[in-house]
């Protein structure tokens, strides 16, 4: 069984009776008994919601690592991509020169 704060509940009703926001005390008496145990529901899950909340900043932790991984492959993965395309270049690749064209040997024309 839950155990509540009588002296608050009622400290709280008085207030806000007093205040003129009820216009009976058995309604503000109503409402503070709702705000206590609102009050002891969000107490109750607190480490459950502080859980959830450190489970969520763990993910977006290695979510950062995945993404920062990948970028870190994407821009070797370009740098060797350049070293070939630079080094087929060097060999007269992707000019237009084929070897073929050079020997003779793609002007066959047949018997």
Do not use: P
């Not at 870190?72 to 690749?93: N, P």
């Amino acid at each position: 069984m839950k155990r509540y704060n009588l002296s608050e509940i009622m400290k709280g009703a008085h207030n806000m009776y007093r205040t003129g926001k009820y216009s009976t005390f058995a309604d503000a008496l109503r409402k503070s008994w709702k705000v206590a145990k609102f009050n002891k529901e969000i107490a109750d899950r607190r480490a459950e919601t502080i859980a959830y909340h450190e489970a969520k900043k763990q993910a977006e932790i290695e979510k950062a690592v995945w993404v920062a991984q990948v970028e870190t492959g994407s821009k070797r993965k370009q740098e060797e991509i350049a070293k070939v395309e630079a080094e087929c270049q060097a060999y007269g690749y992707g000019l237009g020169n084929h070897y073929s064209a050079f020997s003779g040997w793609g002007n066959y024309c047949g018997d």
